[in-house]
């Protein structure tokens, strides 16, 4: 790989909720190269999102970081004034429900040339022009009658083709996608990832796809990082992630997909419940619900460690290998 | 939900019509509107306790030919419809709104004569309100810290004084105390009336304008927490052309609605501070006539003060219609 886009490493956030410092996300560590793509899968609460927030900037008021965001020779976090709005021209965001974040009352067209003439300098008309062809190549032909409508006039897979296109006119060199296609119908996900994946490889983007979706994350990312409870469990290449996982946690993810080719009594499940950072315990957070725990996992956290060109935090991962294996090929 | 359609009235042609249908249907409901109140104002007369007569004549004690005279007058032998309708048409095509019984006069004439004094005073209330109102509500909103925590203090206070205590304690500061402003009558020329109408639109606009404050904080507020603006952030728009461009554009939409409706409600609170501070207006002439039964200067007030009422709502409609491009297809489905 050559030099990173973006490197994280070992990135603790706390935020205030009610007052109170909360654990958020627990040494998070990613790093992203040019054009590639790297899904980042987890439950609802498992810090996906604040990653990608933390990454953009857009943590809540309050909330207190260590370790680094690297891009371009700076730490992101303490980026100021004109060279954070650098940073963010570079950075792009798409996230999951397009019409709450595009302002309803605004025109299509004065959302997507909003910061080609506010911060670019792109006069009216040549800007127009832009966000007319930039909506061409997202597959939307009609685009100069489109820039006079507003938001609501649009279907909800238009107007996240909308927002990519918007995203892509200002030339980001890495692509935050948190659940860019999770408030979508399936027809609808498939075009709009389909999208994003071409524009990646053409443009040499650097893309963090946020899903719960481990085989979304699969099909278009080179390698996807598994989080649980605020931290990264696992990094791997998503090929192998599906055939030979480290972590428990993986495996468990992975048998609890629904297969497509049979029907089933019943849905596999994890048993227990996810739990947030701040609530995780001692040790190893996964341990009270790992079939695979033994005492020492709710001694300490597990140290990240590299097995096999992957990343993982589970101190049996070495032992376990070939029976997580095992466990997955069962199920498929 | 299901995905919403794409229709083909987005240009704007598409909207300017969408919006010129919106207008031609609410003035449709004004008219409607003001033809139920006037009934109802009508209706009021005889729904009064005692006889229309006495209801009329203010309970004196009169003459048979008088009586006469009120019943032919009043057409107070006609069915109850008929009366109306004749009430109506004279209202409308002739501008006769009947007798008043204390002024001596057609009652079109005592509003015309009193109807100007209400009318500055509520314009000038009105631009208090929208001007310092909106405009402490902005720097609460945005600035937030020791700014806002005065202004909430301020404007908690405001809205909990009703305008009789406000107008008594503007008069002996001001106007009694200090003697900086006059306390009764309306002035001549342009500065005379701002310089005599400003203690009068000033207890008439605080606790209006405490709200409005306080609704344009809240606005202010629930925008800038907007996933739109967080978009509008991490696209890296400078602050100064997200508050206007984001902010204030989208909450000018709820304070708009509600400036609207406290506008329109100064009609009917204006009797108190006009009475306070002797000036002559429509409020004035409606408790006095009230007091003294005067039955047709009560109706002609109380019609003009709700087409006043309807009128300003209606604007407010239309405003709302032209700031929000949903409302056109929200108006649609019902």
């Not at chain 2, 409607?32 to 109802?40: D, H, I, K, R, Y």
Request: glycine fraction near 10%.
């Amino acid at each position: 790989m050559t030099v990173p886009v973006l490197e994280v490493d070992r990135l603790v956030v706390d935020v205030l909720v009610e007052g109170e410092p909360r654990t958020v996300l627990h040494e998070v560590s990613l790093s992203l190269g040019e054009g590639e793509a790297l899904g980042l899968v987890g439950e609802s609460g498992s810090g996906k999102s604040m990653t990608a927030r933390a990454v953009a900037r857009l943590l809540p008021p309050g909330a207190r970081t260590s370790g680094t965001i690297r891009y371009g020779g700076h730490d992101v976090r303490t980026l100021k004034g004109g060279a954070l709005r650098d940073y963010r021209g570079d950075v792009a965001l798409v996230f999951q429900d397009p019409r709450a974040h595009v302002n309803p009352v605004r025109r299509i067209g004065d959302f997507m040339t909003e910061a080609l003439r506010t911060l670019h300098g792109v006069d009216k008309h040549t800007a127009a022009k832009r966000a007319a062809a930039a909506l061409a190549d997202v597959g939307i032909a009609d685009g100069e009658r489109r820039l006079e409508q507003y938001p609501h006039e649009l279907s909800g897979g238009l107007l996240q083709r909308v927002v990519i296109a918007t995203m892509l006119l200002t030339e980001p060199k890495l692509l935050l996608a948190d659940e860019p296609t999770t408030a979508l119908d399936v027809t609808t996900q498939a075009e709009v990832m389909a999208i994003l994946d071409e524009l990646r490889q053409e443009r040499g983007m650097a893309l963090l796809f946020i899903t719960h979706d481990l085989d979304l994350a699969g099909a278009v990312c080179d390698r996807t990082a598994v989080m649980y409870a605020g931290q990264i469990v696992e990094t791997r290449e998503s090929a192998k992630l599906h055939e030979d996982p480290l972590h428990p946690y993986t495996a468990a993810l992975v048998t609890a997909r629904p297969a497509v080719d049979r029907a089933v009594d019943r849905l596999a499940a994890i048993p227990g419940r996810s739990v947030s950072a701040f609530e995780a315990p001692d040790g190893c957070p996964f341990a009270p619900r790992c079939p695979h725990a033994v005492d020492a996992c709710h001694q300490e956290r597990p140290p990240a460690e590299y097995v096999d060109g992957g990343l993982v935090r589970c101190i049996r991962a070495d032992e376990l290998r070939g029976r997580l294996a095992e466990e997955v090929a069962f199920h498929d | 939900m299901t995905a919403v359609a794409v229709r083909p009235a987005g240009h704007r042609s598409g909207r300017a019509t969408g919006v010129a249908r919106f207008v031609a249907r609410r003035l449709v409901m004004l008219v409607a509107t003001l033809f139920t109140s006037s009934f109802v104002i009508f209706g009021a007369l005889y729904l009064a306790p005692g006889d229309a007569v006495s209801t009329l004549s203010g309970s004196r004690t009169l003459s048979p030919q008088a009586v006469a005279a009120l019943r032919e007058q009043y057409h107070l032998d006609d069915p109850f419809l008929a009366r109306y309708f004749q009430w109506l048409g004279d209202t409308l095509l002739h501008g006769d709104l009947g007798t008043s019984i204390t002024y001596r006069e057609d009652v079109s004439s005592v509003i015309a004569a009193r109807m100007g004094v209400t009318f500055q005073l509520v314009l000038y209330a009105a631009l208090i309100i929208v001007v310092v109102g909106v405009g402490l509500g902005l720097l609460s909103g945005l600035r937030g810290g020791v700014v806002d925590t005065s202004i909430l203090v301020v404007t908690t206070v405001f809205a909990a004084v009703p305008s009789f205590v406000a107008a008594t304690v503007l008069l002996s500061a001001f106007a009694v105390g200090l003697g900086w402003f006059p306390a009764v009558g309306t002035g001549e020329g342009l500065a005379g009336t701002l310089w005599h109408l400003t203690l009068p639109a000033v207890a008439l606009a605080l606790a209006s304008l405490a709200i409005v404050s306080r609704i344009t904080r809240v606005a202010v507020r629930t925008e800038l927490g907007r996933e739109h603006v967080q978009t509008a952030i991490s696209r890296g728009i400078p602050y100064p052309a997200l508050v206007r461009r984001h902010v204030l554009r989208n909450a000018s939409i709820p304070v708009t609605t509600v400036v609207g409706i406290t506008i329109a409600s100064l009609f009917g609170m204006s009797a108190v501070v006009e009475q306070t501070f002797g000036l002559g207006g429509l409020g004035s002439a409606l408790v006095e006539a009230s007091l003294a039964r005067d039955v047709a200067v009560v109706q002609g007030v109380a019609l003009v003060f709700v087409t006043a009422f309807v009128v300003v709502n209606t604007l407010v409609d239309v405003a709302y219609a032209v700031l929000d491009p949903r409302v056109k297809a929200g108006s649609r489905a019902s």
